[in-house]
T-cell receptor, first 114, second 111 residues
Framework: EAGVTQSPTHLIKTRGQQATLRCSPI?????VYWYQQALGLGLQFLLW???????NRGNFPPRFSGRQFPNYSSELNVNALELEDSALYLC?????????????FGQGTRLTVV | SQQGEEDPQALSIQEGENATMNCSYK?????LQWYRQNSGRGLVHLIL?????REKHSGRLRVTLDTSKKSSSLLITASRAADTASYFCATVPGTASKLTFGTGTRLQVTL
């Protein structure tokens, strides 16, 4: 069974540009979560999608947005990139929210803004 | 702000020794989970302990939970060099449905 897959693995963008990150959850999982991990720091919750809808959002500006498609895959879009957006972006999936079950993580997309 | 705070921030031990990491959290929880991260890659789920459980084992891992103190500990026995990684605790607070991670403990196991 395939795990959570993220693409691309690495992404280098210039300040002011837009970045699009993609995530495919484990088959059967309806919830997708996005986290930002800046170098040497913990994971900061970004967004939670379930059944195609945004369920919860972390403390990030509106230029961080995303969506979930009918097949439960998800995109994270970051507009007007800033240098501080450089981080590892992790996607996780779970069944029926993360309340009682473990989350399965992808390997992440390392975004570098120059 | 982080719901969980791990202690210590970094730990260096020799192979064969035991490693103990602690996690404290602030609000009531549904469950607490421990994850491992190798070299800034994806996280791997290690163990989940529910709020009505006090101790749980999985191989060389032992997790305890004290809800009265809002704390948990992860013990890795007979550590190996391959255990070198960052370890995070994560909680599902109260009625929320998202994992909130601590800042992590960096474990270095040397030969």
């Amino acid at each position: 069974e395939a795990g959570v897959t993220q693409s691309p693995t690495h992404l280098i963008k210039t300040r002011g540009q837009q970045a699009t990150l993609r995530c495919s959850p484990i088959s059967g999982h309806t919830s997708v979560y996005w986290y930002q991990q800046a170098l040497g720091l913990g994971l900061q919750f970004l967004l939670w999608y379930d059944e195609g809808e945004e369920r919860n959002r972390g403390n990030f500006p509106p230029r961080f947005s995303g969506r979930q498609f009918p097949n439960y895959s998800s995109e994270l879009n970051v507009n007007a990139l800033e240098l501080e957006d450089s981080a590892l972006y992790l996607c996780a999936s779970s069944s029926q929210g993360q309340r009682g079950t473990e989350a399965f993580f992808g390997q992440g997309t390392r975004l570098t803004v120059v | 702000s982080q719901q969980g705070e791990e202690d210590p921030q970094a730990l260096s031990i020799q192979e064969g020794e035991n490693a103990t990491m602690n996690c404290s959290y602030k609000t009531s929880i549904n469950n607490l989970q421990w994850y491992r991260q190798n070299s800034g890659r994806g996280l791997v789920h290690l163990i989940l302990i529910r709020s009505n459980e006090r101790e749980k084992h999985s191989g060389r891992l032992r997790v305890t939970l004290d809800t009265s103190k809002k704390s948990s500990s992860l013990l890795i026995t007979a550590s190996r060099a391959a255990d070198t990684a960052s370890y995070f605790c994560a909680t599902v607070p109260g009625t929320a449905s998202k994992l909130t991670f601590g800042t992590g403990t960096r474990l270095q196991v040397t030969l």
